[in-house]
């Protein structure tokens, strides 16, 4: 956990999610979770750098693992090409309270 107060947690993800990697971020979630005294958890995507099918898989079920605990699970600073993953699938959305646009700019052709 990066830092903890007031019922809310963040947690930095880095590297990258999938396959190898999902199953990791599930203990990591549960961890902080069944920890108790927080309502809500972030999940800081700063330094995520890889998000692959099997990683939004994971995304979306530590979410609802988390609602089914009273526990709120949210992203924050998805950028690049994780940002993009999440948006072009429908659930940067359902995984941010705002979504936040990338800081590149693409250009349509």
Do not use: Y
């Amino acid at each position: 956990m990066s830092s903890c107060s007031g019922g809310s947690g963040v947690l930095a993800v880095a590297g990258e999610i999938d396959l190898t990697s999902s199953e990791q971020l599930a203990v990591a979630v549960r961890d902080v979770v069944t920890r108790g005294d927080i309502d809500r958890i972030t999940l800081d995507l700063d330094q995520l750098t890889f998000l692959d099918s099997m990683g939004i898989h994971a995304l979306m079920d530590v979410k609802s693992w988390a609602s089914e605990h009273g526990v709120v699970l949210r992203v924050s600073n998805p950028h690049n090409m994780v940002h993009r993953v999440l948006a072009i699938t429908g659930v940067l959305t359902e995984l941010m309270d705002e979504p936040q646009r990338s800081s590149v700019q693409q250009a349509d052709f």
